[in-house]
């Protein structure tokens, strides 16, 4: 521990007194570091943070599989025949995600945020009632009433949080809704929601129009494999029963919601994390360069060093001190960087991102992204430190103390070394500056792909 301490001592005396190098070498980390976090406190908010649902491993996505791919659309006959698959399945709930939401009239009309879901919907998802109740059996079948569950931010926003609005009546375009539920603040979704009425699907429904979404979960013990090859033999029957509707190469198969949720953003911000994982590999690159050349020229102390009884190791470690200092002094201005660079790679593309909330207030710094910024720091500290640090332990006594003594500086073995650098530096430079480039390309490539439907004026 005490040669720690006085090798930190003199790292920080050397990196002062050559405040150009280090300020230099900071910055080329802070920026990479910064860029590499930004991204990847998106991807770790998208890809990696749990659903927050209850047991949200066993939540599946019910999906019509057909000749050239699959999707999450489903009709009322298809979800009457899911919720049928009571062996393998509970909690099945449809719900219309994409819905056009409603008008709330009355002295200050607004547009609302409002969507349809079976009775099922809020036991499946975790929403927890602060006041009320949710659908009862009745109200979600035909004819079953108008009523309505709404959001604690919709309660506190447009009725002050009132503690008796259970029983109230709202006007949704132009007809009257009865208020039987507030749901608790800790029910999140994705878009906000302000408010849920019963879908009411007839269960004798014959109507085969794609137009909502159906989740349910698998019973304990089920796994997905299983869980398919029972929804197999349910699409053979449901196929003989309707063949105008599905036809001998389409089918019925769930996956993990999870998966389905980030199946538009996994390959993007993928591609986008390698994009700036290579911006980092430049900078480390340029950090890498400033510590051999500033090694090269420290080969005289080194030499009297060595002279005096220092040995390799003890050299090589006094270089990773300081180039250790120099990453992690550099990760924590990245990290400071990273947390507005990430505002504004949401302000270029926040809508092609779930999970991420209104304006990206889901994202933010977690131990996942100080854990990774930490190692990212630690593992080029040492990985682009090494190098210079053994090259540097090896000195030549005699050749660097005569070059020591000479005016002329440097002989020509170690001029053609340096220019040996230059040149691989700039090349590999290039190479990643060019990967970087065509990981950018493939990204918005990926983000203007054709959907296979006209998004015009799409809501």
Request: contains cysteine.
């Amino acid at each position: 521990m005490g040669d720690f301490r006085k090798d930190l001592k003199y790292c920080l005396h050397m990196l002062i007194a050559n405040p150009v190098f280090t300020l230099t070498a900071i910055a080329a980390m802070a920026l990479g570091v910064g860029a590499t976090t930004a991204v990847f406190s998106v991807v770790d908010t998208v890809l990696l943070k749990p659903l927050t649902y209850p047991d949200p491993g066993r939540i599946v996505q019910f999906l019509t599989v057909w000749p050239d791919g699959s999707g999450p659309s489903a009709s009322p006959v298809d979800f009457n025949a899911w919720r049928a698959q009571i062996s393998v399945f509970e909690d099945v709930a449809g719900y219309d995600s994409q819905g056009p939401g409603f008008n709330l009239t009355g002295q200050v009309p607004e547009q609302v945020q409002g969507i349809r879901v079976s009775r099922d919907y809020f036991r499946l998802f975790g929403a927890h009632v602060l006041l009320g109740r949710t659908f009862t059996p009745e109200e979600d079948s035909p004819n079953g009433g108008h009523v309505v569950v709404i959001s604690y931010g919709f309660w506190q926003r447009k009725f002050g949080g009132d503690p008796k609005i259970v029983g109230t009546a709202i006007s949704l375009s132009n007809e009257s809704y009865t208020i039987i539920g507030v749901l608790d603040r800790s029910f999140a979704t994705d878009p906000p929601d302000d408010l849920w009425v019963p879908f009411q699907i007839d269960p004798n429904s014959t109507y085969m129009g794609h137009n909502f979404l159906v989740a349910g979960r698998l019973r304990p013990g089920v796994n997905l494999a299983q869980a398919n090859a029972e929804l197999k033999l349910a699409t053979d029957a449901y196929r003989r029963r309707y063949p105008d509707d599905l036809g001998p190469r389409e089918g019925f198969t769930v996956q993990p919601l999870r998966d389905s949720i980030m199946a538009g953003a996994r390959d993007s911000l993928l591609v986008l994390l390698g994009a700036v994982s290579f911006v980092l590999l430049i900078a480390c690159a340029n950090v890498a360069n400033l510590l051999l050349v500033r090694a090269a020229g420290r080969k005289r102390e080194f030499a009297i060093r060595a002279a005096m009884g220092a040995s390799r190791l003890r050299i090589v470690r006094q270089l990773l001190t300081e180039s250790l200092a120099l990453a992690l002094t550099g990760g924590i201005l990245g990290l400071v960087l990273g947390l507005v660079g990430v505002r504004a790679l949401l302000a270029v593309s926040p809508a092609d991102l779930p999970r991420i909330g209104e304006h990206g207030a889901a994202v933010g710094i977690d131990w996942r992204v100080l854990v990774f910024t930490l190692g990212v720091c630690l593992v080029t500290g040492i990985l682009f430190g090494l190098f210079p640090a053994i090259a540097a332990s090896r000195p030549d006594l005699n050749t660097a103390l005569k070059e020591g003594s000479n005016r002329s500086g440097t002989g020509f073995r170690q001029g053609k070394a340096r220019a040996l650098l230059v040149i691989s530096e700039t090349s590999l430079a290039l190479v990643l500056l060019i990967g970087a480039a065509l990981l950018i390309r493939t990204y918005l490539a990926l983000r203007n792909v054709n959907p296979g439907f006209d998004a015009h004026n799409a809501p």
